[in-house]
């Protein structure tokens, strides 16, 4: 006798930004399995339709829609699409993103300003556009992926950091203004690391290539963690233990962190200059590695690493926290 049990998303609508590659791809796959219709956005339309037809293959309804979510207008026809395709939006997922590496001054203007755009900009847009959606339904989930930079500052990726910490900011009054509404929700997670393709797609001012550092995170578990958070919502979450990590250690020792990693990333430029400045995706749709997985700083991926990486934020928290209590104590 076949298995009649229904999927857990099975009839339910998600929206999800970014689609085209990394985090947003990973994403698209774990609610495809979960038996969700699926609209899904990204500029780059023929990579956005590799991952639209690999969700199909998965067994799901999908409709690709190209859309640079830092355009308002643009936006707003992916919900009139969205509608059009199910009649609802149960869930949105706010995840499309760029960033830039670099000195501030050194990083055109014009750069900087489509980070906030697009990551700042681009939330508050989806915001805009699907809220009165959910409040007539009277139900519906926006789940903003963050990263844990909305707490903790990225050496050199100032624009970045100015929108992340701003998202936050628009999540956390955004929850106090539909409080009134018990069954919509919005969420936020604060990832770290992750091996996405996402690092391959930036901005690069620094003269540094970039690869994501350790500790780092598969972005299929963080595609879990969204789809978790999407049918048992929370303000917030902590996808890995390093966000958490991080989280408590800029808490205790803002500067000392802001000061050291700032000064790490200035050694390394000064050290090496064998990338020439360009502007990623941030100007343009993303090019070259449109899949999941990226490059990271080393190429072992056991727990090892994650373990040893482990062991050296305690030992820095540790003589930190040492050093913090002999001060007070006078010593």
């Not at 690999?54 to 640079?68: E, F, M, Q, S, Y």
């Not at 149960?90 to 001054?105: M, P, R």
């Amino acid at each position: 006798m076949k298995n009649s049990k229904r999927p857990p998303f099975f009839g339910e609508t998600v929206v999800i930004t970014g689609a085209s590659s990394g985090i947003g791809k990973a994403t698209a796959e774990a609610f495809a399995e979960q038996g969700a219709d699926l609209v899904l956005a990204a500029r780059g339309e023929e990579a956005l339709q590799e991952t639209a037809e690999i969700c199909r293959r998965l067994g799901a309804t999908v409709i690709a829609v190209p859309t640079d979510t830092s355009v308002a207008e643009e936006v707003r026809h992916l919900v009139d699409e969205a509608l059009e395709f199910s009649g609802k939006i149960d869930y949105w997922v706010n995840n499309a993103g760029v960033l830039a590496f670099g000195k501030f001054e050194e990083i055109p203007v014009e750069v900087t300003d489509q980070i906030v755009k697009t990551n700042l900009l681009g939330y508050m847009h989806a915001a805009h556009a699907v809220l009165p959606v959910f409040k007539r339904q009277k139900r519906g989930v926006l789940l903003n992926n963050i990263s844990i930079g909305g707490w903790v500052p990225a050496a050199y990726g100032t624009a970045y950091t100015a929108s992340k910490f701003g998202i936050r900011g628009m999540v956390e009054t955004l929850q106090g203004e539909v409080s009134d509404y018990p069954n919509i929700h919005i969420c936020a997670l604060y990832p770290g690391f992750q091996k996405s393709s996402g690092i391959e797609h930036a901005a690069n001012y620094s003269g540094v290539p970039l690869s994501t550092p350790p500790p780092s995170f598969d972005p299929r578990k963080l595609a879990d963690s969204i789809v978790k958070t999407a049918k048992n919502p929370l303000d917030a979450s902590y996808p890995d233990w390093s966000a958490v990590v991080l989280k408590n250690l800029y808490e205790m020792f803002p500067g000392v962190m802001r000061y050291a990693s700032s000064a790490g990333m200035r050694m390394m430029m000064k050290k090496t200059h064998q990338t020439e400045m360009n502007d990623g995706n941030v100007l343009q749709p993303s090019k070259g590695n449109m899949g999941i997985d990226g490059k990271t700083l080393f190429s072992v991926s056991s727990g090892t690493l994650t373990w040893a990486a482990a062991g050296i934020l305690g030992l820095i928290a540790t003589r930190l926290l040492f050093s913090r209590k002999s001060k007070k104590a006078g010593i």
